[in-house]
């Protein structure tokens, strides 16, 4: 029951993650559409930054009420528009600059004068993982659909592996595409550029405006990511509501006999707008103190992987002699890849828990080991007062 709720919680905080980036890379494209801050455009206050976060919420979830072959042929249309975006980026993009990177830069530069006070290469290496696997977050919105997919134990893993697979292959050719057209670090995360201080937004605008005098290419290519992202919220939510439509289902949330009731469509309606609201409350943090906003969404990333590990650690330890394996199965091998996923989970729980500027202070702490240990204590306490007394696991459905 602690792993349906990190889980859940980890959800939530993806979906606010994934939803106030948009809205903020869309004041962005405002502010470069009105002439950039150096020009005089409009730079959105944080109260209009949330008013588009509450939108975008609204459109998920009212994409998410919708019947689900409707919402499966959009997250067809999504993977379509992310793999045809991606390769458009990363063509265009390097083509368009006037001036390029060295392969030398990069592939071996640090960025070890970034302001941060963080100067070690091994140290910015590490950190560095974080992008990576926030990245992979999305592989697992597979297993969320599986009970409505067809043939979902086979199905189910393989829409995992070929989504990390993807992810793999293209965003290695993004990134790299992106990097050829990097040239000056400090001014791209400089606060006074035309993006304010939006760094892929202003390599976008910048190698537009270099080439043929004006940005608007740069700003066509930002709408292209934006639309990406909505597509990420779109099935953030999806996967966020069929969670909580799960756990309810299996009496481990409060208010269950609510979450887990479906409309005509059979779609889990009010754990759609229940993710959507608790998301919007999540961002309200925001407009008192950001500090306290990212501290809040820092689990999103490694809140996944340890909820996952859990499941995984009792799998090759608890359940090694009597698990059932399924018929897509790693067979002698499965005990070997779930340490290995176990072991890489703690490493990244502690590297991402490490200060990632210095000198440390109230507003540079790293948070996300304060978050994280806050959320297991109320977990587990919650288990040990009340859980474990009533919860008896899933309910099987077959």
């Known amino acids: 029951m602690g792993t349906l709720c990190f889980l859940d919680y980890w959800l939530w905080a993806v979906t606010t993650s994934v939803d106030y980036s948009l809205a903020q890379l869309i004041q962005v494209i405002i502010l470069l559409s009105t002439g950039g801050k150096n020009g005089g455009g409009y730079e959105a206050s944080k109260y209009v930054v949330i008013a588009f976060h509450g939108g975008i919420l609204f459109l998920h979830g009212v994409i998410n009420s919708l019947p689900i072959s409707l919402l499966s042929f959009l997250g067809q249309l999504a993977a379509i528009w992310n793999v045809l975006g991606v390769f458009v980026l990363m063509i265009v993009i390097p083509s368009v600059a006037t001036e390029r990177a060295s392969a030398k830069f990069v592939f071996t530069h640090f960025n070890a004068e970034n302001g941060e006070g963080i100067n070690s290469k091994p140290y910015i290496f590490l950190l560095g993982l974080l992008m990576s696997q926030y990245t992979l977050t999305g592989?697992?919105?597979?297993?969320?659909?599986?009970?409505?997919t067809k043939d979902a134990d086979r199905n189910g893993p393989k829409g995992i592996i070929s989504a990390v697979g993807i992810s793999i292959v293209v965003g290695w050719g993004y990134i790299l595409g992106i990097t050829f057209a990097v040239t000056d670090i400090l001014y791209l995360l400089s606060e006074d550029n035309d993006a304010g201080g939006y760094a892929i937004a202003q390599v976008f605008y910048q190698a537009f405006k270099k080439?043929?005098?004006?940005?608007?290419?740069?700003i066509i290519c930002l709408v292209i990511v934006a639309v990406a992202i909505f597509f990420c919220g779109m099935s953030s939510v999806t996967s966020n509501s069929r969670m909580a439509y799960a756990f309810s289902r299996d009496g481990a949330m409060p208010?269950?006999?609510l979450w887990h009731k479906v409309n005509k469509q059979e779609?889990?309606?009010y754990a759609v707008w229940l993710s959507v609201f608790i998301s919007f409350c999540m961002a309200l943090t925001s407009?008192?103190?950001?500090?306290?906003?990212?501290?809040?969404?820092?689990i999103a990333t490694i809140g996944l992987y340890i909820a996952y590990a859990f499941p995984i650690f009792l799998r090759v330890t608890l359940a090694?002699?009597?698990?059932?394996?399924?018929?897509?199965?790693?067979?002698?091998?499965?005990?070997?890849?779930?340490?290995v996923a176990v072991l890489w989970v703690l490493t990244i729980s502690v590297l991402f828990s490490l200060?990632?500027?210095y000198p440390i202070t109230i507003k540079t702490l790293n948070y996300t080991p304060v978050a994280v240990g806050c959320l297991l204590i109320l977990v587990?306490?919650?288990?040990?007062?009340?859980g474990r007394r009533w919860f008896k696991g899933p309910i099987t459905n077959i």
Do not use: C, Q
């Open 320 to 339: 090694r002699k009597h698990f059932v394996s399924g018929p897509f199965n790693l067979g002698r091998y499965g005990v070997v890849v779930g340490w």
């Open 255 to 257: 208010l269950s006999s």
């Open 380 to 386: 587990v306490s919650y288990w040990l007062i009340s």
């Open 355 to 357: 200060p990632v500027s």
């Open 287 to 298: 407009l008192g103190s950001i500090v306290a906003f990212e501290a809040m969404v820092s």
């Open 267 to 269: 779609v889990p309606i």
């Open 139 to 148: 592989f697992d919105a597979s297993a969320h659909m599986t009970e409505e």
């Open 211 to 218: 080439r043929y005098g004006h940005g608007t290419g740069g």
